[in-house]
C-alpha cells in the first residue's frame, strides 16, 4: 500500500508531466531560450512537488502561474546579462515538429520574428502578451500570475498588443510561402547568383548575426538588398563539400541549417513578407544550438 507521501508525488508528477510541453512553451515565449526555460521548469517542479493538491481546482493554471512567475523572475535576470552581450541577441532555435507549423497561432508565435518583437516588451507586458494573445488564459487568471489586478492586466495586454501590432510582420506567412523564398535564396547561395539573391530579398532586408562572441558573426545588423547580398555571397558563395545548406522545420517555420564538415554551423532562420524576405536571422552561438539535435514539442 503507498503512502500518503508517495500518493502525492506520483499524483504531483502525472499533473506535471502532462503539462510539461505546455510549461514549456509559457516559459520559452517569455525568455526566447530554451536552456533558461528548462531551468525555468525545474524551478516549477520544486515547488509544485510542496503544493496541497487538494486545495488546487485548476492544475493546470496553478502549474502555468509557478511557471509565469519563475519565467518573469529569470527574464529580468536574462535583460541584465543581455546588456552585455557581444553582439545582436537572438532567440535560441527549436528544431520543431510538423504539428506546431500546422498551428498557425503557435507557429507565428514562436518564430523569430515574433520573439525579437516581444523582446521589446517589458517584462509584465511580455508575460501578459503571451498569456492572453497566445494561451488564451482569462484576465483574473493572469492576474494571479503577474500579481496585478485584473483590471490593471486589461490595461497592460491593451498596451501590448498595440505596441507589438505595430511593430511584428503584417499577417502570418504560411510555410509554403516561407519555403518557396527560402528554395530561391538556396539557389541563388548555391550557385553564386547575385542577381537572384537581390530578386529574393526585399530593398530593406535587415541581417542580424548571433556568434555570442564564440564564433564569427556580424556584430551589428547589416541593413539593405545590395549589402546583405554581397555579405551573403562573400561568406557563403564559395560552398565546397564541406558545406551544406539543409531546409528543416525550426520555431514552426521553414528555415536553413548550415553545416561544415558534417557539424552544425549555423541555423538561419526568415521573416518573409509579401514572398520576399525582410528578415535574415544566423544564430552561430554554439550554446545555442543544443537544442537542434532533436525535436522540440511545443503545446498550446
Known amino acids: 500500500m503507498k503512502s500518503e507521501a508517495t500518493e502525492h508525488m506520483d499524483t504531483a508528477t502525472e499533473a506535471f508531466v502532462a503539462h510539461r510541453n505546455l510549461l514549456f512553451t509559457v516559459a520559452y515565449e517569455m525568455l526566447g531560450s530554451a536552456a533558461d526555460a528548462e531551468d525555468v521548469l525545474q524551478e516549477t517542479w520544486l515547488r509544485w512537488a510542496d503544493v496541497d493538491l487538494a486545495a488546487v481546482r485548476d492544475r493546470r493554471a496553478y502549474l502555468v502561474r509557478i511557471t509565469t512567475r519563475q519565467a518573469l523572475s529569470r ?26 507549423a500546422e498551428d498557425v497561432e503557435l507557429a507565428d508565435s514562436v518564430s523569430m520574428a515574433m520573439l525579437l518583437v516581444l523582446e521589446t516588451l517589458a517584462p509584465t507586458e511580455r508575460a501578459v502578451f503571451v498569456l492572453r494573445e497566445v494561451f488564451g488564459l482569462e484576465y483574473d487568471e493572469i492576474a494571479g500570475a503577474v500579481d496585478k489586478s485584473p483590471a490593471a492586466v486589461r490595461q497592460i495586454a491593451h498596451r501590448a498588443r498595440a505596441h507589438v501590432a505595430a511593430r511584428r510582420p503584417r499577417g502570418a506567412v504560411s510555410p509554403a510561402e516561407t519555403r518557396d523564398a527560402l528554395d530561391a535564396f538556396r539557389r541563388a547561395v548555391e550557385t553564386g547568383d547575385l542577381q537572384g539573391l537581390l530578386d529574393v530579398l526585399a530593398p530593406d532586408v535587415v541581417l542580424l548575426g548571433d556568434g555570442g562572441g564564440v564564433k564569427q ?22 560552398l565546397t563539400a564541406e558545406v551544406s545548406l539543409r531546409p528543416a522545420e525550426v520555431n514552426g517555420l521553414p528555415a536553413l541549417i548550415i553545416g561544415l564538415d558534417g557539424v552544425l554551423d549555423t541555423v538561419l532562420a526568415v521573416r518573409v513578407e509579401d514572398g520576399r524576405i525582410t528578415g535574415l536571422y544566423a544564430v552561430r552561438n554554439p ?9 522540440t514539442a511545443l503545446r498550446r
Open 75 to 100: 527574464l529580468r535576470t536574462l535583460g541584465r546579462r543581455k546588456e552585455s552581450y557581444v553582439g545582436s541577441w537572438l532567440p535560441e532555435p527549436l528544431l520543431t515538429a510538423p504539428d506546431v
Open 217 to 238: 558573426a556580424v556584430l551589428k545588423p547589416v541593413v539593405g538588398a545590395d549589402k546583405v547580398a554581397r555579405l551573403l555571397r562573400g561568406g557563403l558563395g564559395r
Open 287 to 295: 550554446e545555442k544550438l543544443s537544442h537542434m539535435e532533436s525535436e
